[in-house]
């Protein structure tokens, strides 16, 4: 039998470095501290809600942008934190997780030979996004170590060809988080423009030392041009459900379900109605960044003694370290060598850049047990 040759979609793509920091790491019984999930249970109350919703007899389809009291919910949501309304009816949509809505926006919105800037370091679906789409990767960096913005980079890559613009705060991989005004100047960069916006806000919840989060919804002129994704999974524990949301204006937002409901048309039914019940209580999520700075806290100070350099964690579930006092080896080679030597697992950040940029840093997730956090802690003191 003869399989007829498949010419790839996507040809420079492979296993994942989150997939094969993983394998290591069971290879090697070692603390993983590289894939960004949480290692502890939700709130009982959630899977309560779902079961509930179960036995009510939510099974069947839903209505294809998403159950009516989950859009309400996040709406109500939405102009409670930020002071924007979106209409829930025209411009919130639920998601299969922020990837799905992701491709979702690009594919809608992208036209072959369009241009789209990403900010590097950045999540690995973006660009692979981009080239489904027929669209072109515009990489920016951030600048290194500080991972801000650098709106004046930012400006030179906007062309006639530039369709939207990817942000993600607070940010995967670095824990950075955009200021006040950072985002009032990409609102003056954007005002003359078409270009429009792709706000991956998946960590919303997640930003310390009583900093505020910058939505795009908080701003006027990025919002009319904004998809404003957000996450479940990340928000509550429940990475595995794959439900997100995105919320943008009715014109857009219309474009975007036009393929939504072409890829996947609707999200599983008794986890949105779950959803819609546990959101009455806003405790949850208000009290969330509280509970990642804790952990992060424990981290870094845990940490203190070590070789590693401790980078700003400001919003996220991660921390960054600079290796260049432990060792000579590239991101890479360390991340392996950190995984089989001294048991525990971390993601290199040159993953996240098109060309391996090596600044000598590596990424830890703290989104675990404080038990599994000072076993890590354990281990790294020896470095």
Request: aromatic share 8%; glycine share 8%.
């Amino acid at each position: 039998m003869t399989v007829p040759h498949l010419a790839s979609r996507l040809p420079n793509v492979g296993t994942t470095i989150f997939s094969v920091m993983s394998a290591l790491a069971a290879e090697h019984n070692a603390v993983n501290l590289g894939q960004g999930f949480p290692d502890f249970d939700c709130d009982p109350q959630l899977v309560d809600a779902v079961a509930q919703a179960m036995r009510a007899g939510h099974n069947q389809y839903p209505p294809m942008p998403g159950v009516p009291a989950l859009r309400q919910a996040i709406a109500g949501k939405t102009e409670a934190l930020h002071g924007r309304r979106y209409d829930p009816d025209t411009e919130v949509t639920i998601t299969a997780g922020a990837t799905q809505a992701i491709l979702t926006i690009i594919l809608a919105c992208v036209q072959p030979g369009d241009e789209v800037i990403v900010l590097e370091p950045c999540y690995d679906s973006y660009v692979p996004n981009i080239e489904l789409a027929g669209g072109v990767a515009v990489r920016v960096p951030l600048t290194p170590g500080t991972f801000r913005p650098d709106l004046g980079k930012i400006a030179a890559a906007i062309t006639a060809r530039t369709r939207a613009i990817i942000i993600n705060t607070p940010h995967n991989p670095s824990a950075s988080v955009w200021t006040e005004d950072e985002m009032r100047q990409l609102e003056d960069l954007l005002s003359p423009t078409g270009v429009l916006l792709i706000s991956d806000e998946v960590y919303e919840h997640m930003v310390f030392d009583g900093a505020q989060h910058q939505s795009a919804a908080r701003f006027a002129g990025l919002a009319e041009r904004a998809f404003i994704v957000s996450s479940f999974g990340k928000t509550f524990h429940v990475t595995g459900w794959k439900v997100g949301s995105v919320a943008a204006p009715a014109e857009l937002m219309a474009e975007f379900r036009k393929v939504h409901q072409f890829n996947v048309f609707t999200v599983n039914t008794p986890m949105q109605h779950g959803l819609a019940e546990y959101l009455k209580n806003p405790a949850p999520y208000r009290e969330l960044a509280a509970f990642y700075q804790a952990k992060r806290d424990l981290f870094r100070q845990g940490l203190e003694g070590s070789r590693l350099k401790l980078l700003p964690s400001y919003g996220s579930y991660f921390q960054c370290v600079d290796i260049s006092a432990v060792s000579d080896l590239g991101e890479a080679d360390f991340c392996q060598w950190l995984t089989r030597e001294i048991g525990v697992a971390a993601i290199p950040l040159s993953a996240f850049y098109g060309d391996g940029f090596d600044q000598r840093v590596v990424r830890f997730c703290f989104a675990k047990k404080d038990e599994t956090l000072r076993a890590a802690l354990e281990r790294l003191r020896r470095l």
